[in-house]
Structure formats: structure tokens, C-alpha cells
């Protein structure tokens, strides 16, 4: 596989433990770019509103609008009751995000909208 995306589906209060990859991984020492989802704010009814608090959809459902576009993302997430306030509340950031041409762009991106926030 040349490209895709690895979701850790594990309670955020175990990620330290739970987390790490694997010793002696190849696989992760092989890839060229490393990137990490861009930040977002969670619409899940335990975290709603929290900055990077996401379940796993949510991070599937943001990743896939980055690479794919928002009309990707709303097939994905309108499987759940979450899935409307996750596109209403960073719809407009995860278009932003979309439009970067690379990691320096979406760190601006992040940047402006923290600083509106």
C-alpha cells in the first residue's frame, strides 16, 4: 500500500500506555512522511466541543474529508448522531485544511484559527 490511514480506536485516558507502536516496527520507520490529523473539535456527546478530543470516527470522518472532500466525509458521518455537528462545527476549518498544499499550510491554518478562537 502506498498511502492511507491508521485510526488507534482506544480510550483517550489509555493512550500512553496503549499508544506506543510496536518495537522494532519497519514498517514505520520505512514511511517518508509522517503526518498527524490536523486539529478539530469533537461532536460526540462525551467530549463535545473539546480541541482534539475525538472518537475514532470522528478522526475517520475528518481524515477522510481532507483527502477526499466533504462530500466523502458526509457519506461517512451521517451514520451518526453526531455526524451533522461534527461537518456544522468544523466544516469550514476542514475545508482550510483541505486546500493546503502541505504540512506548512494546515500549521497556518491551525494557527489563524486558534487564534480566532
Known sequence: ME?????????????????????????????????????????????????GELNTAEALGASVYVLCGRDAAEVFLNRFSFGRSFMELNGELLERYRGA?????????????????
Request: hydrophobic share 40%; aromatic share 8%.
Open 3 to 51: 498511502k492511507g490511514v491508521v485510526a488507534v480506536d482506544c480510550s483517550w485516558n489509555r493512550l500512553s500506555s496503549r499508544g506506543k507502536y510496536p518495537a522494532g516496527g519497519r514498517w514505520l520507520a520505512a514511511l517518508k512522511e509522517k503526518r498527524r490529523l490536523p486539529l478539530v473539535l469533537a461532536a460526540n456527546p462525551q467530549h463535545y466541543g473539546r480541541l
Open 101 to 117: 498544499l502541505d504540512a506548512k499550510g494546515i500549521e497556518e491554518a491551525e494557527r489563524d484559527w486558534a487564534g480566532q478562537a
